[in-house]
């Protein structure tokens, strides 16, 4: 897949961005609302994962008190079962570590085990259920969490330059 980069996501990824989440998500977010999360959301850090320059994965999270809470993870389709689902979430991991968090959250479809495989690989424990989360099908989330991140280094906050 040749040479990867993992950065923060910019105003200029949104249309990138927006054909992945179309692509992954029967509601897929509104192009403001990733807009504004990128842009003005200083709680809020979304990064991609870029290969050959193309926007292959991304993922985010928002910050509550001392959790990363997990709002999106995607993989483009041609992409996936390569690895780049677990190389975005250990980037998102150690990132919420050096952004200070302690630990991590997130809700999973019940019906979708090649994320929850995914995330229980990565530490992540199940702890609850969240009824009818998703309007679509009405389907209920599985809600996860990890309960220690590793080592952080606040130094490397790409966002900390900008207070």
Known sequence: MGEREIRLLREE????????????????WEREAFRQEIAGN????????????????YAGMWFLLDEAHVTNV?????????????????ALIQLAAD???????????????????????????DVGYRKRYYEDNQEDALVMALLSLPEGDPGRDPLLERE
Request: net charge positive.
């Open 99 to 125: 952004c200070g968090m302690a630990w991590m959250s997130l809700e999973c479809r019940r019906s979708n085990a090649a994320a929850q495989g995914l995330y229980h690989k990565l530490g992540f424990v």
């Open 42 to 57: 200083r709680a809020a850090r979304y990064i991609g994962l870029f290969a050959e320059g193309e926007l292959r994965a």
């Open 74 to 90: 995607a993989v483009t389709g041609p992409c996936r079962g390569r690895g780049l689902g677990e190389e975005i979430m250990r």
């Open 13 to 28: 990824d949104l249309d990138a961005v927006m054909a992945i989440e179309r692509e992954c998500f029967s509601l897929p």
